[in-house]
């Protein structure tokens, strides 16, 4: 498995989750590393993504809510989620980039009241 994904649960409304990613390829560093995220009946959707120097791109839904972030030294990287809220519920996959994309097997996010 190239993208382990972990950290995903169960919340109520207003919590925090924190996921993170761990990156087995040797090219993590020079990786775009992005969350995506699928809700039932969804398509798959960009939450979050990072570059390889760290420049940051957030869904209009998430932003001021979550944060991501990479560890080049771990090769993690992890997406904060704050306030979170009952459509945020979905799976959330780790995605990287490199040549070509790479997907993580998806953590499920279950936000409830």
């Known amino acids: 498995v190239q993208l382990q994904a972990s950290g995903g649960g169960l919340v109520q409304t207003g919590g925090s989750l924190r996921l993170s990613c761990a990156d087995s390829?040797?090219?993590?560093?020079?990786?775009?590393m992005a969350w995506y995220r699928q809700a039932p009946g969804n398509g798959r959707e960009l939450v979050a993504r990072?570059?390889?120097?760290?420049?940051?791109v957030y869904a209009d839904s998430v932003k001021g809510r979550f944060t991501i972030s990479r560890d080049n030294a771990k090769n993690t990287v992890d997406l904060q989620m704050n306030s979170l809220k009952l459509e945020d519920t979905a799976v959330y996959y780790c995605?990287?980039?490199?040549?070509?994309?790479?997907w993580g097997q998806g953590t499920q996010v279950t936000v409830s009241s």
């Open positions: 990072i570059t390889s120097s760290g420049s940051t």
């Open positions: 390829k040797n090219i993590f560093s020079r990786s775009g």
């Open positions: 995605y990287s980039f490199w040549e070509r994309p790479y």
